[in-house]
């Protein structure tokens, strides 16, 4: 069986979640402008991704646990932060 190719995504479940990532990111000019937006693209990434043999898995964005969590590893609410947090959740989840 050839190896498995697994992506973990950022998911954000509501457009309240989204805004409070999105208003107090320090990239917000980097994110869509609406939570409908960005969850229309981001179904067709996972579409394409899909199509190339790769398994995304979601990771759902609460903004609390993100502040908490970012505040003691001082990391900031960027990409880098938020892909920090979500890799963080799922190996925290899937082991």
């Known amino acids: 069986m050839p190896p498995l190719d697994l992506a973990v995504v950022p998911w954000y479940t ?3 979640q989204y805004e409070l990532f999105r208003s107090s990111s320090v990239d917000r000019d980097d994110f869509f402008v609406t939570y409908d937006a960005w ?5 067709e ?19 609390q ?7 003691a590893g001082r990391y900031r609410n960027d990409s880098a932060g938020r892909s920090a947090f979500a890799e963080y959740r799922a190996l925290w989840i899937l082991t």
């Open 65 to 71: 646990a993100f502040e908490t969590w970012a505040a």
């Open 39 to 43: 969850r229309e693209a981001a179904m």
């Open 14 to 16: 509501s457009s309240e």
């Open 45 to 63: 990434h996972e579409c394409q991704a899909a199509r190339r043999g790769i398994v995304i898995t979601r990771i759902r964005m609460d903004y």
